[in-house]
């Protein structure tokens, strides 16, 4: 499945980097400055895995650390409906009501707006722009994630990526994704953007 395609994206998406989850880098240029170890810029990760209870992420439990569940996503319906995403104490923490346009709630963070405002694609169709906690990010996809990004600084800084694993959607968020509050809406991000549905 090509995630980009279903949601509109521009299509130099790879598939089979993900499916092989690889993650191609480029080497830093420090210029003539002598050699040395560079420091290590690559961020810890929390990951958070979808094990899908009918093949989609639509009706899937969410592991995270320990093998606890963190999240259900249940979907009332495959073709229209809701999908609702509930926290270990069974309370509701975001809603999508799957519309010809759909609509997209997540309690006390993202205010019921379509996913089409929330996750606004750019008029390149190359990445989706993201509000949350008063702060704007970037989902970009790259050869093997969909990557998730600060934005509007000079160095924007990595917050988190999805990637298809062999058994549903992975959602890998940084240490201080989790700590600003970015969990509930990185859940909700993968649920609509690795549904296959059209969320524009």
């Known amino acids: 499945m090509n995630p980009f395609a279903q949601g509109g994206w521009s299509n130099s998406y790879n598939s089979n980097a993900v499916n092989n989850n690889q993650w191609g880098t480029s080497p830093s240029v420090y210029g003539a400055l002598p050699y040395s170890t560079p ?16 093949g989609t992420i639509l009706n899937s439990i969410v592991i995270g650390p320990h093998s606890r569940t963190y999240f259900r996503i249940t979907t009332d ?18 809603l999508v009501e799957w519309r010809n ?18 996750l606004a694609l750019s008029s390149d169709k190359t990445y989706r722009v993201m509000s949350a906690r008063g702060r704007n990010f ?39 994704a989790v700590q600003v509050g970015l969990l509930e809406v990185g859940v909700a991000s993968a649920l609509l953007l690795m549904s296959g549905r059209n969320i524009d």
């Open 138 to 176: 970037r989902w970009t996809p790259s050869a093997s994630y969909i990557e998730l990004h600060s934005t509007g600084v000079p160095n924007p800084q990595l917050f988190g990526r999805l990637s298809q694993g062999q058994s549903g959607a992975i959602l890998e968020l940084t240490t201080e």
């Open 101 to 118: 346009h759909p609509i997209v709630e997540v309690r006390d963070i993202v205010s019921k707006r379509s996913t089409s405002q929330w």
């Open 39 to 54: 420091p290590t810029t690559t961020p810890q990760f929390i990951t958070f895995t979808f094990s899908p209870l009918d």
């Open 77 to 94: 319906s495959t073709s229209s409906g809701f999908s609702v995403v509930q926290n270990p104490k069974l309370e509701s923490v975001t």
